[in-house]
Protein backbone atom coordinates (compact mmCIF):
# COMPACT_ATOMS: atom_id res chain seq x y z
CA UNK A 1 0.00 0.00 0.00
CA UNK A 2 3.19 2.17 0.20
CA UNK A 3 5.86 2.63 -2.03
CA UNK A 4 9.27 3.95 -1.08
CA UNK A 5 12.12 5.46 -3.95
CA UNK A 6 14.92 6.28 -3.11
CA UNK A 7 17.88 8.37 -4.92
CA UNK A 8 21.01 10.13 -4.26
CA UNK A 9 23.78 7.12 -3.64
CA UNK A 10 27.12 7.03 -4.96
CA UNK A 11 30.50 6.96 -5.43
CA UNK A 12 32.59 10.15 -2.93
CA UNK A 13 35.71 10.69 -1.67
CA UNK A 14 36.51 10.67 2.30
CA UNK A 15 35.17 14.04 3.79
CA UNK A 16 33.02 14.76 0.74
CA UNK A 17 28.89 14.85 1.43
CA UNK A 18 25.74 13.39 -0.43
CA UNK A 19 22.00 14.03 -0.05
CA UNK A 20 19.63 10.98 -0.09
CA UNK A 21 16.17 11.63 -1.07
CA UNK A 22 12.94 9.19 -0.41
CA UNK A 23 9.93 9.90 -1.54
CA UNK A 24 6.81 7.77 -0.52
CA UNK A 25 3.65 7.64 -2.48
CA UNK A 26 0.06 5.42 -1.64
CA UNK A 27 -1.66 5.23 1.59
CA UNK A 28 0.80 7.47 3.63
CA UNK A 29 -0.89 9.37 6.68
CA UNK A 30 -0.05 12.34 7.70
CA UNK A 31 1.46 10.97 11.21
CA UNK A 32 4.22 9.10 10.56
CA UNK A 33 7.84 8.40 10.93
CA UNK A 34 10.34 8.45 8.47
CA UNK A 35 13.79 7.37 8.73
CA UNK A 36 17.14 5.81 7.18
CA UNK A 37 18.99 2.67 8.27
CA UNK A 38 22.35 0.85 6.77
CA UNK A 39 23.77 -2.30 6.55
CA UNK A 40 27.35 -2.80 5.51
CA UNK A 41 28.51 -6.42 4.34
CA UNK A 42 29.27 -8.66 7.42
CA UNK A 43 27.41 -6.21 9.87
CA UNK A 44 23.64 -5.99 10.75
CA UNK A 45 21.30 -3.42 9.89
CA UNK A 46 21.60 -0.40 11.80
CA UNK A 47 19.79 2.97 12.92
CA UNK A 48 21.36 6.28 10.91
CA UNK A 49 18.28 8.87 11.66
CA UNK A 50 14.70 8.91 12.05
CA UNK A 51 12.27 11.63 11.94
CA UNK A 52 8.47 12.26 13.11
CA UNK A 53 5.69 14.32 11.41
CA UNK A 54 6.54 16.72 14.37
CA UNK A 55 10.12 17.06 13.01
CA UNK A 56 11.52 15.49 16.33
CA UNK A 57 14.84 13.34 15.00
CA UNK A 58 16.91 10.53 16.22
CA UNK A 59 20.33 9.82 14.99
CA UNK A 60 22.99 6.96 15.25
CA UNK A 61 26.15 8.24 17.66
CA UNK A 62 28.53 7.69 15.02
CA UNK A 63 26.95 9.78 12.75
CA UNK A 64 25.64 12.66 14.69
CA UNK A 65 26.90 15.87 14.16
CA UNK A 66 27.74 15.14 10.50
CA UNK A 67 24.52 13.69 8.74
CA UNK A 68 21.11 15.36 9.08
CA UNK A 69 17.77 14.29 8.62
CA UNK A 70 14.87 16.74 7.15
CA UNK A 71 11.46 16.42 5.57
CA UNK A 72 9.37 18.32 3.16
CA UNK A 73 6.15 16.99 4.13
CA UNK A 74 4.80 13.76 5.18
CA UNK A 75 5.86 12.12 2.09
CA UNK A 76 9.58 13.13 1.30
CA UNK A 77 12.72 12.94 3.90
CA UNK A 78 15.86 13.75 3.58
CA UNK A 79 19.55 12.32 4.65
CA UNK A 80 22.32 15.06 4.09
CA UNK A 81 25.65 13.56 5.10
CA UNK A 82 28.84 15.61 5.16
CA UNK A 83 32.43 14.52 5.84
CA UNK A 84 32.12 11.29 5.29
CA UNK A 85 34.19 8.29 6.31
CA UNK A 86 35.28 5.21 4.61
CA UNK A 87 32.80 3.18 7.47
CA UNK A 88 29.83 5.28 6.40
CA UNK A 89 29.91 3.03 3.47
CA UNK A 90 26.97 0.81 3.17
CA UNK A 91 23.82 0.31 1.37
CA UNK A 92 21.46 2.61 2.75
CA UNK A 93 17.37 2.12 3.30
CA UNK A 94 14.34 4.29 3.64
CA UNK A 95 11.68 3.13 6.39
CA UNK A 96 8.44 4.47 6.74
CA UNK A 97 6.11 3.39 9.85
CA UNK A 98 2.71 4.55 10.68
CA UNK A 99 -0.32 2.98 12.85
CA UNK A 100 -3.90 2.72 11.32
CA UNK A 101 -7.53 1.96 13.42
CA UNK A 102 -10.00 -0.56 12.74
CA UNK A 103 -13.58 -0.02 13.48
CA UNK A 104 -13.53 -2.11 16.69
CA UNK A 105 -10.82 0.33 18.35
CA UNK A 106 -7.45 -2.31 17.28
CA UNK A 107 -4.65 -0.46 15.97
CA UNK A 108 -1.39 -1.96 13.96
CA UNK A 109 1.55 -0.84 12.71
CA UNK A 110 2.85 -1.19 9.46
CA UNK A 111 6.23 -0.50 8.54
CA UNK A 112 7.45 -0.01 4.80
CA UNK A 113 10.94 -0.47 3.14
CA UNK A 114 12.62 0.99 0.61
CA UNK A 115 15.16 -0.92 -2.35
CA UNK A 116 18.23 0.22 -0.27
CA UNK A 117 21.20 2.73 -2.22
CA UNK A 118 24.31 1.68 -2.12
CA UNK A 119 26.69 4.56 -1.07
CA UNK A 120 30.48 3.90 -1.22
CA UNK A 121 33.58 6.10 0.62
CA UNK A 122 36.86 5.47 -1.42
CA UNK A 123 39.66 7.56 -2.46
Known amino acids: QVQLVESGGGLVQPGGSLRLSCAASGRVFSINTMGWYRQAPGKQRELVAT??????TRYAESVKGRFTASRDNAKTVYLQMNSLKSEDTAVYYC??????????????????WGQGTQVTVSS
Open 95 to 112: NLQQVRTSIDGRTDVDDY
Open 51 to 56: ISNTGS
